[in-house]
């Protein structure tokens, strides 16, 4: 058996596009952010029910415990760094965003 890890599978493009490449491996799906694993399950329920896709509601580092998980307005720029959150281009961005937060929290 053929087993490949989508980490961080956000909306779960790349997912997809594997899935269609790749019809004979199962999948692994992983990402933190509640509403799109819920999304993820929905999408692809066909794939979770035969037991070819498995979709965790997790996130993945190098060490085992609990993250805070900064859920960003573009959910793709999501992160557990805060580092990323407080100093990328994306923490910039506030400035100009009409609400003045990129990230909800």
Same mark, same amino acid.
């Given at each position: 058996?053929?087993?490949?890890f /989508?980490?961080g599978?956000n909306?779960g493009? $790349?997912?997809? /596009?594997?899935m269609?490449k $790749? !019809?004979?491996c199962?999948? %692994?799906?992983?990402? !933190?952010q509640?509403q799109?694993c819920?999304?993820?399950?929905l @999408? #692809? =329920? *066909? =794939? %979770?029910?035969?037991g070819?896709?498995?979709i $965790?509601? @997790?996130?993945v580092g /190098?060490k085992?415990? *609990?993250?805070?998980l900064h859920?960003?307005?573009?959910n793709?720029?999501?992160t *557990?760094?805060?580092e #990323?959150?407080?100093?990328s281009?994306f923490?910039?961005?506030e400035?100009?965003? !009409?609400?003045g937060?990129? #990230?909800?929290d």
């Open positions: 058996m053929k087993l490949l /989508d980490i599978c909306v493009e $790349y997912l997809s /596009d594997m269609g $790749y !019809p004979d199962n999948f %692994v799906a992983v990402e !933190p509640e799109l819920n999304m993820l399950n @999408k #692809f =329920s *066909t =794939s %979770v029910s035969s070819r896709v498995k $965790y509601n @997790k996130a /190098d085992v415990g *609990t993250v805070n859920v960003a307005s573009d793709s720029v999501s *557990t760094c805060d #990323f959150r407080n100093k281009c923490a910039a961005s400035h100009i965003m !009409p609400d937060k990129m #990230f909800k």
